[in-house]
């Protein structure tokens, strides 16, 4: 029976071998992916400590609670009329 006939090396970035003898995956400029995901991160953080910070006030937890009655009323009004139907 005859064999397949062999592959040629496989010319993907992920075969290759670095300068300094070590193989594996390509990586990038790790000065470009540090970059972009430290920025990542920061935004991230940012928007966390914000909505934090947001939660934290008395004048939003006030404005959530009135609307909060309001549309607790009208659950229990609609429930009663759906009630006696």
Same mark, same amino acid.
């Given at each position: 029976?005859?064999?397949?006939?062999?592959?040629?090396?496989?010319?993907?970035?992920?075969?290759? !071998?670095?300068?300094?003898? %070590?193989?594996?995956?390509?990586?990038?400029?790790?000065?470009?992916?540090? %970059?972009?995901?430290?920025?990542?991160?920061?935004?991230?953080?940012?928007?966390? !400590?914000? !909505? %934090?910070?947001?939660?934290?006030?008395?004048?939003?937890?006030?404005?959530? %609670?009135?609307?909060?009655?309001t549309l607790f009323q009208r659950a229990i009004v609609t429930f009663a009329l759906a009630r006696t139907l």
């Amino acid at each position: 029976m005859a064999q397949p006939p062999s592959l040629p090396p496989s010319s993907d970035a992920s075969q290759r !071998v670095a300068a300094d003898g %070590a193989s594996g995956p390509a990586v990038a400029s790790s000065v470009d992916g540090n %970059a972009s995901g430290r920025g990542r991160r920061w935004l991230i953080t940012a928007g966390l !400590v914000l !909505v %934090a910070a947001l939660a934290a006030l008395p004048v939003l937890d006030q404005k959530a %609670a009135q609307n909060y009655e309001t549309l607790f009323q009208r659950a229990i009004v609609t429930f009663a009329l759906a009630r006696t139907l």
